[in-house]
């Protein structure tokens, strides 16, 4: 689906396709949701395309970059989501010339939706230049990791007080999905943030003097981000190695717990065990109270010996 929102005097309207090739000389935002050949034919009529450009806004992911080119300048941008409980990624690309910006993505995007409806926003920074309407897209993307970070850091608040209070049940399966998802950003983002450098570093001739100073901006965010996410890897390490002395403890209770079991266990054994051999003659074996001397001898055994234990401090 394509839709086009051109500069009217100071007001931004929307345009059918059909005015496309009437709209060549005003300033424009052409936003293509699901891109297709017949939308790159659309563009022809007012953009001279490189073949590669071509290739890549067709392309259903791409890996990061900003290329110039003659007629105008080519970008692509990861944004993220959560899709239920997964990270959900989508690519973006950027088109920007002295008066045209092009934006094409698989899916509807929240904050692309959003401008479109600010009509006076919209008018704001096409009458500023496409390259302020770049800058306030890829601002509002980019923002967009900072609730996913905060998740993150919810869940991992949540993971180390389960560790805690040795309810771990199924708490290694967050873990590794928790390190999974930051990975996934890290990689995304060391790429994503080289990027965007480029945008307030480097002369291009369709980014203005003016629009530098606001993608410097949207580079310091990015590089807070990262920030963020290597706190979290950290974290996340952190919690790992939380889990596993946890467990280590758990077990060695357990193991103490069983030792001690067996250890009182065994003098009664003993007992029984003398008791239960077939000689005629054994010392109280004909004593009517026989059997229940044994048991008291027995329990004055376990008694003595939880005592011991208890006072050594072994459980």
Request: proline share 3%.
């Amino acid at each position: 689906m394509l839709e086009i929102f051109y500069l009217d005097g100071s007001e931004a309207k929307k345009a059918h396709v059909k005015d496309i090739l009437r709209l060549k000389n005003k300033r424009i935002w052409i936003d293509i949701t699901d891109p297709h050949k017949d939308d790159i034919s659309l563009l022809h009529k007012i953009l001279k395309l490189h073949p590669l450009t071509e290739e890549d806004l067709l392309k259903e992911n791409e890996r990061i970059k900003v290329e110039e080119f003659p007629e105008y300048l080519f970008c692509v941008f990861n944004g993220v989501s959560y899709a239920g409980s997964r990270l959900a990624w989508s690519t973006i690309k950027f088109l920007a010339n002295k008066n045209c910006i092009v934006t094409a993505h698989k899916k509807e995007l929240a904050n692309f939706e959003s401008l479109k409806k600010e009509k006076e926003r919209l008018s704001v920074l096409l009458g500023k230049g496409p390259d302020f309407v770049l800058h306030s897209l890829l601002d509002a993307e980019v923002e967009e990791y900072m609730p996913i970070l905060q998740k993150i850091d919810d869940e991992i608040e949540h993971v180390d007080e389960i560790i805690a209070s040795k309810h771990m049940k199924d708490v290694m399966k967050t873990i590794l999905k928790l390190k999974r998802e930051i990975i996934e950003l890290k990689k995304v983002l060391i790429n994503q943030r080289e990027k965007i450098s480029t945008l307030s570093k480097i002369d291009f001739k369709f980014i203005s003097n003016d629009a530098k100073p606001y993608f410097r901006d949207v580079y310091d965010e990015s590089i807070l981000i990262s920030d963020l996410v290597e706190n979290q890897r950290e974290m996340i390490s952190s919690s790992v190695e939380s889990y596993m002395s946890a467990i280590n403890v758990m077990q060695n209770d357990v193991m103490k717990f069983m030792t001690t079991v067996a250890t009182v266990a065994l003098p009664l054994t003993v007992i029984s065990s003398i008791y239960g051999t077939n000689f005629k003659i054994l010392p109280g074996s004909g004593h009517d109270l026989g059997f229940w001397i044994m048991i008291c001898a027995m329990l004055i055994i376990v008694f003595s010996m939880a005592t011991f234990f208890r006072r050594k401090g072994w459980f």
